[in-house]
């Protein structure tokens, strides 16, 4: 028989879920936005037990959807009874400390001055360039102001790499001098697209 939390005594060290634990946590979260909101319990003294509606139902179509025998402990009466709101109630305060975690993660990886892994990372200055070589106005742009062959992808990467005088457009992102280069060619393009 197990044994009963003794009350006023420190919590045990937290440990880690165990696989089953773990499966039961996820199927809470799956059964908890269908729940009934609450369960009540209700004495019926004609039939001499205790029985388990849902709450709010009442009138002569409730039915319980439990009854307790006489042999139950008050402390499992009580989950039984309280179960939706109490599983309501876990899965609420899991959502909260995951959301209180991730915000003291944040918090210090500003403090180590770390960029957020979530955060949308701006383009480098090789996808601009390979992301604009692909739209059809950049290389009609291409054609009519630089007199490129835009016939087919290849020739119009070719023709910007040579314009740029890079071998690869990866040297946009170390090559300072290259990524200048490739800013000055599509600020020409922005402005003459405006």
């Known amino acids: 028989m197990a044994s009963a ?7 045990p060290e937290p440990r880690r879920l165990t696989d089953a634990e773990k499966a039961l946590c996820s199927r809470a979260r799956e059964l908890e936005p269908v ?10 003294f004609e039939e001499g037990r205790t029985e388990i509606l849902v709450e709010g139902d009442n009138g002569a179509d409730a039915r ?3 009854i307790l025998t006489e042999e139950i402990s ?13 599983v309501r109630a876990l899965v609420a305060g899991g959502r909260y ?12 990886r500003s403090l180590k001055g770390q960029p957020d892994p979530k ?6 200055h090789a996808q601009n360039c390979a992301i604009q070589c692909a739209k059809p106005d950049f ?11 835009i016939s087919d992808q290849i020739r119009v990467d070719n023709h910007v790499r040579s314009m740029l ?5 990866a040297e946009l992102d170390h090559d300072p001098e290259a990524a200048r280069r490739w800013l000055d060619l599509y600020g020409s393009f922005k402005r003459r697209a405006r």
């Open 165 to 169: 005088q890079i071998g690869s457009r």
């Open 97 to 108: 400390l995951k959301w209180a975690n991730e915000q003291l993660r944040a918090e210090i």
């Open 5 to 11: 939390a003794q009350p006023n005594q420190p919590d």
């Open 74 to 86: 008050y402390a499992d009466r009580e989950m039984v009874v309280r179960g939706a709101q109490m």
């Open 35 to 44: 729940l009934s909101y609450g369960w009540q319990g209700f004495r019926n």
């Open 64 to 66: 319980p959807i439990l």
């Open 119 to 124: 955060a949308k990372k701006p383009f480098s």
């Open 139 to 149: 290389k009609h742009w291409l054609h009519e102001i630089h007199g490129a062959d």
